[in-house]
């Protein structure tokens, strides 16, 4: 059978039936027989109220991609509206704190049709499966949860069904949890009750290479022994049934935190190449296992066509690119601007952007690594206006520090800031005001205050509820 059929075959039957953990004899089986059983019972008591009647996977898409029932269309029109709510929340707040007033229930600026996403289904280049309880009380189940750790009603669910993942990440999601099943190791699910395997996530690009991730708790493993893991790993995915994923590279990271960076504990090239690659708008970004990259490529040009127009009148200055990632945006607009500087917490992302420049022969690009509220403060006021300074910022659903917004608010030179959000309601919301409202003293907020000029929508997420927001303050 050939590797695409076989895989086409997983996906349709799944890879559990194929010799199910029951099947298998031992100490560690009967004991998963009975641990299954009695989730079973729990599980079948967590669907939410009213939804009994709705199968795991029905209830899973509807908390992962809550709008795919709808029509394209009728989704742009749903986050068209969500984005004007938002905005007018924005602006009735704004009102409260700053000198410029607005009619009621009005934007005092336009709000500017939703730009599409050129690819709707499968469109994600990055996926996280997590390993616990499944529908059938199996704890070593590889999919996303449904539920909340608080509400203790999480149940892992299967994603083969979900429009936004491609099937490479379902495959190999599920070979995974084949890989798991056949380990004598326990899964890790409550970081204080031991177990070692933990989640999978899947990076791909439009040329079709795959990069994947396992991350692993190792207890009170031996290296030794957990180097025995890692060949098993290897030897699953090169020699076993895992080829048919057609990994181009495999990562293990050993990780006692729900969340290590490459710094905190390091990313180790398993085998394969150690990075993948994309294009964007003509130049080619390469991108480390830990790099944030826009997980929709083709509507991340889209959303830097967007920012490019919005750039227009600020061209020949200088750009500061604040959360840059890998350098995307300010490798994308560099060859308008006279420098671009570009600010990242990650190292090995500002490795990656630092490449990325040199790889497109670009060389009016700099970037400095560390939290942009350490470093913003004391570079500002060493950088040369001539022509002009924007800035551009990108940062987490966590919003901007108070001493970037201070440090960028402060500066005369900076007339206009474009902010790009992908939750503008959460505490970008926070940001929104500290660089609209009076000038504060007791705030140090002594520049002259910004306005909203345009905002844009762009749809990075079809069938989700999520939207990017780029937003044009000027002053
Ligand atoms: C939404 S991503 C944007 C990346 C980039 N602009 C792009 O389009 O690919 C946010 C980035 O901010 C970085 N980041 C988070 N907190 C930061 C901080 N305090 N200072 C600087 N960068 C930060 C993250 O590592 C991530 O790369």
């Known amino acids: 059978m050939t590797l695409q059929k076989r895989g086409a075959k997983i996906m349709r039957h799944g890879l559990c039936c194929c010799r199910p953990a029951e099947s298998m004899s031992g100490p560690f089986c009967r004991s998963l027989c009975l641990l299954k059983k009695s989730c079973k019972k729990r599980i079948k008591k967590l669907k939410p109220p009213g939804w009994d009647v709705l199968s795991w996977e029905d209830i899973l898409a509807q908390s992962v991609t809550p709008l795919w029932r709808l029509s394209y269309d009728e989704q742009l029109q749903w986050k068209q509206e969500q984005q004007h709510r938002i905005l007018l929340q924005m602006t009735n707040q704004l009102v409260q704190d700053s000198s410029f007033t607005s009619n009621k229930g009005e934007l005092t600026f336009p709000l500017l049709p939703i730009v599409p996403s050129p690819v709707r289904d499968g469109y994600r280049n990055k996926s996280t499966f997590s390993v616990n309880i499944g529908v059938d009380g199996n704890p070593k189940t590889v999919g996303l949860y449904t539920g909340t750790g608080k509400g203790r009603n999480i149940v892992c669910v299967h994603g083969d069904h979900l429009l936004n993942i491609p099937s490479k990440h379902k495959l190999v999601g599920r070979c995974y949890e084949e890989f798991i099943r056949f380990s004598p190791l326990k899964p890790c699910i409550l970081f204080h009750d031991g177990g070692h395997w933990r989640e999978i996530t899947v990076r791909t690009n439009s040329a079709g290479n795959t990069l994947a991730i396992v991350y692993f708790h190792p207890q009170n493993l031996t290296p030794e022994e957990v ?249």
């Open 227 to 475: 180097g025995v893991q890692k060949a098993a790993l290897v030897d699953y995915f090169t020699n076993g049934p895992g080829t048919v994923c057609q990994l181009d590279s495999l990562y293990f990271q050993e990780s006692t935190m729900t969340r290590c960076s490459h710094e905190d504990s390091p990313y180790q090239l398993l085998y394969g190449e150690p990075c993948i690659y994309e294009e964007i708008l003509g130049m080619k970004f390469r991108i480390s296992a830990d790099s944030f990259f826009q997980v929709n490529r083709s509507a991340a040009e889209a959303l830097y066509k967007t920012i490019a127009d919005l750039n227009k009148t600020c061209e020949e200055g200088t750009l500061l690119d604040v959360c840059c990632g890998t350098g995307t945006i300010g490798i994308s607009l560099s060859t308008r601007m006279k420098k671009v500087i570009g600010i990242e917490l990650l190292q090995q992302a500002v490795e990656d952007a630092k490449y990325n420049a040199a790889f497109n022969g670009i060389q009016n690009c700099e970037f400095l690594s560390g939290k942009a509220e350490a470093v913003l403060p004391d570079l500002i006021p060493t950088l040369c206006a001539n022509g002009g300074l924007t800035a551009i910022v990108n940062p987490s659903r966590a919003g901007l520090h108070y001493r970037v917004i201070r440090a960028l608010r402060n500066n005369s030179v900076i007339r206009r800031l474009i902010y790009i959000s992908c939750k503008p309601e959460g505490e970008a919301m926070r940001n929104f005001r500290e660089l609209c409202r009076k000038p504060d003293w007791q705030r140090k907020l002594t520049g002259e205050a910004f306005m909203p000029t345009v905002a844009v929508p762009v749809d990075m997420f079809p069938h989700t509820p999520h939207c990017e927001l780029v937003l044009v303050f000027e002053r």
